[in-house]
């Protein structure tokens, strides 16, 4: 383990930064403080730690987003935390990424109904744009229709809200 200081250390970009948003966007909401002291995150960084590489002059997390975001929240910027540092070329560090980011979303889903449809959501547009952009696959084992399954989702149709499009956004969009 090696220590470097918060403040050299970075969100990723591509297909990791995907991974990264899709992390955040299904964490729990609570304000970390309520439940987490700063005295803890040694503890929580020893049992969920955080993976970077070397990109030019600072760092980029490769895994442990939850971990890092909650050490960033909770620390100064000129405090030090343990990293792994990591060589791993790029497709490995993004397959190993989206392994932990899916299974800890599978054991740690909550039980309302609500919940794991918006777990499902974020993995399928998540799923849709490391496909699209970045031609990355998901593994089979976890499809879209494998996955509705293990969330207990099977048989129920899960749709995006649309709004209607207002009297001025017509108008631009017939121009």
Same mark, same amino acid.
């Given at each position: ?7 050299? *250390?970075?969100?990723?970009? !591509? /297909? %990791?930064? #995907?991974?990264?948003?899709?992390? =955040? ?65 790029? *497709?490995?560090?993004?397959? !190993? /990424? %989206?392994? #932990?980011?899916?299974?800890?979303? =599978? ?69």
């Amino acid at each position: 383990m090696t220590k470097l200081v918060i403040s050299k *250390i970075k969100s990723p970009s !591509g /297909a %990791l930064g #995907e991974i990264e948003r899709g992390n =955040l966007a299904i964490t729990n909401q609570m304000p970390l403080s309520s439940w987490l002291d700063a005295e803890l995150v040694d503890s929580l960084l020893a049992y969920h730690p955080v993976s970077v590489r070397k990109v030019s002059r600072h760092y980029e997390v490769v895994s442990g987003f939850r971990a890092f975001h909650a050490a960033n929240a909770l620390l100064e910027s000129e405090e030090v935390i343990p990293v792994r540092v990591t060589n791993d070329d790029e *497709i490995h560090l993004v397959k !190993g /990424a %989206l392994f #932990e980011f899916i299974t800890h979303s =599978l054991m740690h889903c909550p039980d309302a109904i609500e919940a794991r449809e918006h777990v499902y959501r974020q993995l399928n547009k998540l799923s849709t744009t490391l496909r699209k952009t970045y031609g990355i696959e998901m593994p089979n084992k976890l499809s879209r229709r494998k996955l509705k399954t293990l969330l207990g989702l099977k048989g129920r149709r899960i749709t995006v809200s649309r709004q209607r499009k207002s009297e001025l956004q017509r108008i631009m969009e017939s121009r």
